[in-house]
């Protein structure tokens, strides 16, 4: 009769070759999930691996005020009409107008709100769309009027980070020679810092009409025969320098 050695693990008694199976199996995915972290990939596209995220952001521009002097000064006009003029072409909320609240400069801020509110509407911004509202001033603080509003802005980043070595360290991202996962981010913050609208990079624009001035011009000249498109003389001229002639 032949006696099957039991261990205690728990409060169970198991067999020990069964007990051994357990442990190999236990070490073979242990193994597994080992060389699956060792071998993990990213994404070899580095649009995926820096993805152009868009968020609201704000808008803002400071107008200072000084105690004994009201209104705005030329080059402030300037700034609040291009900010009006920007609120037009990107905003996603109204204006709010941060107006300091303190005796001192009372009179000045109250006289430069005036007129920052005219301009607004001389501009094309609704009343309705522009709130007005007071905040303490303290010692320290320079008395300035903000006027912001929520617009969409595209980002993408952080840049610089280094999770994989480049150099000849082994490993899967070496020896494929794939791109460093750096590569690439730089260009994505600088688009998503240069295009016009962020809303472009995640779906086209509707589409507007066409010049009717330019397509009745190209028409009339296909009705006649002639080449439809633009002429432009004077282009082969100075291709050859007569210097020294």
């Not at 320290?140 to 360290?169: N, T």
């Amino acid at each position: 009769m032949t006696t099957l050695h039991t261990a205690k693990v728990g409060h169970r008694r198991w067999p020990i070759p069964r007990l051994l199976a357990v442990c190999g199996l236990a070490a073979m995915l242990a193994g597994c999930y080992e060389s699956h972290l060792a071998q993990s990939d990213y994404p070899e596209d580095y649009r995926q691996r820096h993805p152009i995220t868009l968020k609201e952001g704000e808008h803002t521009v400071d107008v200072f005020i000084g105690r004994n002097r009201g209104g705005l000064t030329p080059n402030q006009r300037a700034d609040v009409l291009s900010f009006a003029q920007q609120w037009r072409h990107d905003a996603t909320s109204g204006i709010i107008v941060d107006v300091p609240k303190g005796s001192a400069i009372k009179h000045a801020a109250t006289d430069s709100t005036r007129e920052i509110l005219s301009i607004l509407a001389a501009s094309g911004v609704p009343r309705r769309a522009v709130y007005v509202r007071h905040y303490p001033l303290s010692g320290a603080m320079v008395a300035s009027i903000k006027i912001s509003y929520a617009q969409l802005l595209a980002d993408a980043g952080p840049c610089g980070q280094w999770p994989y070595d480049i150099g000849p360290a082994g490993g899967a991202v070496y020896n494929r020679n794939k791109p460093y996962w750096n590569f690439g981010c730089a260009n994505q913050r600088n688009l998503a810092a240069m295009v016009d609208n962020p809303a472009d990079l995640v779906q086209p624009r509707g589409e507007q009409p066409a010049y009717e001035a330019r397509r009745s011009v190209a028409i009339d000249k296909w009705r006649k025969g002639e080449i439809p498109s633009g002429k432009y003389d004077g282009f082969e001229k100075g291709k050859i320098s007569d210097v020294g002639k």
